[in-house]
């Protein structure tokens, strides 16, 4: 099958509201993590995000020896106390710098210590990221570290060599406060036979992030002595200590999006944001000090947030972000409801993220009709004065594609026009299911959410076609030949025939199916192969000509458009069910080919079929679908002819999505390689 299209087409949306439950920080899943693989013993971590960024710590402590599995609803990870287990490894760290920094302290440290080389390494953009202050730091203490490259970036070697603690350890502060922590996470592991003091060079940025890995070393054992934020020291004798079990709390910077969200579109209820709150130790929980200034009615819970609509539209603000300068892209993307110009400043560190957040906030807020004013350290937003459909770059960033998804919310700034995402599958970095989390949370007018259909005769390759595209496009799927399927199975074995359509009609109403992971479910039951067989089939075409059944199923089809969009595949999606789909597929392929594909599924499941007589059925199927009184199967007056006898599933894809493209306000082919 193609690869999925690299694309998420979000439509307006009007109002926000409901519940949702955060993902684990990411920042303090990889602490904890490492922290587990250092010590000794066993950690079980419950609430654990699943993400990109865990995921390649994951690896890498496997890798080095550790111990993973699941146990119950926690991890249990079974550390290395402080020794190592593997001598000489290569790690792969994606573009996790939370993965990349403490590990190349640690394993610096312990292989000048113990002995030993290892590789560390990530993707292209991880590679452009400064790590040359730690490197710097680590130098002096004897760990021998080869830049393979570019000096001061990885991918890194890290080999032996003797070790030399006395004097105190040196690190920038104003570049990233990851290389602190990176040093506060290592240090411990060669502090038993004396202290060990870092003093910082320059005001330290993103302190916040320092109070997580003091609070988290706290919890495993080491207690590290500060005065203020320019100097630290790791008594002697320090030494990791299992928790036994530690929970993750809710990332305080994914909540930021779903605090904007209410506070730009929950007008009608609360938007009810659970994992994190007035308890959270993380810094990015002082978001909500911005929204509030910026508008935002919020209620602190110990373990909630719940948002409403206060000010309206929202206040442009001046801001020092130093304390949120991962959140702080959120109010960016806020400025755009807002009355005047919004000012970010002190954010020096969005340059060497991800990507340039500076420079990419900029250029995608604009294609909106903002106007927006970058400097070195700051960034300044004034709304757009007319909104313009846009499809916004994420650069590999998956805040860029989060913050982007805010300005779906334009009807309620004057606009009316959709977002394209580039990329939305950047966000498995830190938030696997961040769409579905926010379409969970929102709504659009049912008219403004996109509708494609595929309608055509019995086998013509309509429901493969479907599926395809609905996973090219992020959307749903509807199987609506499934629900007439579905219905004649359930007609069948409770042995009621045909011609008693009100008895049909009664369990159309009632049926209780649903789609799930392409499978298709009856009362829990999964049909999807029941639902091929050809006794099931005809009689399908047979109840499908009956109004009161057709009817009983209509609400139900209906039901299907929903947030971010729908494909809806069948014999009369684009004529009666969806007449206003955007756009509108009409299969044209002959009986001939139809009954060798049908034939082909049959032999491959091991039923046997006859082709002839498979043909003679589909133009017996076609006569009565074409001669129906209701909803005759025919194309829709504006419907798009595909004559698929020939073609490839994957070609016909990519026939659809051009013509999808076409009837899009992003330009033609605007995609990720634009």
Known sequence: MATPRAFLDIPPLQAAGGTVRLPGSKSISNRVLLLAG???????????????????????????????EADGDALAVTGLGGRLAVRKARLF???????????????????????????????????????????????????????????????????????????????????????????????????????????VDGELISKPYIEITLALLARFG?????????????????????????????????????????????????????????????????FVEAARAMGADITEEANALVVRRGAWPLTAITLDCNHIPDAA???????????????????????????????????????FGATVLEGADFIEVTPPARWQAAAIHTYDDHRMAMCASLAAFNPLAGGDVPVRILDPRCVNKTYPAYFDALFGVTRARIGRVPVLTVDGPTASGKGTLGSALAERLGYHHLDSGALYRATALAALRQGVPASDEAAVAAIARTLPLRFENQQALLAGEDVSDELRHEAVGSLASQIAALPAVRQALVELQLAFRRLPGLVADGRDMGTVIFPDAALKVFLTA??????????????????????????ADLEARDARDQHRSVAPLK????????DNSVLSVETSVDQVLDWWDAVQPFGSRATHED
Request: glycine share 10%; hydrophobic share 45%; net charge neutral.
């Open 38 to 68: 250092l010590c000794a013993g066993r950690t079980r971590v419950f609430d654990l995000l699943d993400s990109d960024d865990t995921g390649v710590m994951l690896d890498a402590l496997r890798t080095l020896g550790c111990g993973i």
């Open 93 to 199: 760290l994606g573009n996790a710098g939370t993965a990349m920094r403490p590990l190349a302290a640690a394993l610096a440290l312990l292989a000048a210590d113990q002995g030993g080389c290892f590789e560390l390494s990530g993707v292209p953009r991880m590679h452009e990221r400064p790590i040359g202050d730690l490197v710097d730091a680590l130098r002096p203490l004897g760990c021998t570290i080869t830049c393979l490259a570019n000096e001061g970036y990885p991918p890194l070697r890290l080999e032996s060599g003797t070790l030399t603690l006395d004097a105190p350890i040196r690190v920038r502060g104003d570049v990233s406060s990851q290389f602190l922590t990176a040093l506060l996470m290592a240090l411990p592991l060669v502090a038993t036979r004396q202290s060990i003091t870092i003093e």
């Open 222 to 286: 080491i207690t590290v002595q500060r005065e203020g934020w320019q100097r630290f020291v790791i008594p002697q004798g320090s030494a990791y200590v299992s928790p036994g079990e530690i929970a993750v709390e809710g990332d305080a910077s994914s909540a930021s999006y779903f605090i904007a969200a209410g506070a730009i579109a929950a007008a009608d209820g609360p938007l009810r944001i659970e994992g994190v709150g007035s308890a959270s130790i993380q810094g990015d929980i002082r």
């Open 329 to 367: 892209m959120t109010l960016a993307a806020m400025a755009l409801y807002a009355t005047g110009t919004t000012r970010l400043t002190n954010i020096a560190s969005w340059r060497v993220k991800e990507t340039d957040r500076i420079a990419a906030m900029a250029i995608e807020l604009r294609k």
């Open 590 to 615: 002959n009986s001939e080919q139809r009954a060798s594909r049908r034939h082909k599924q049959l032999i491959s499941k091991g039923i046997s079929a006859n082709i002839e007589s498979l043909r």
């Open 635 to 642: 194309p829709a007056q504006d419907a798009r002819l595909l």
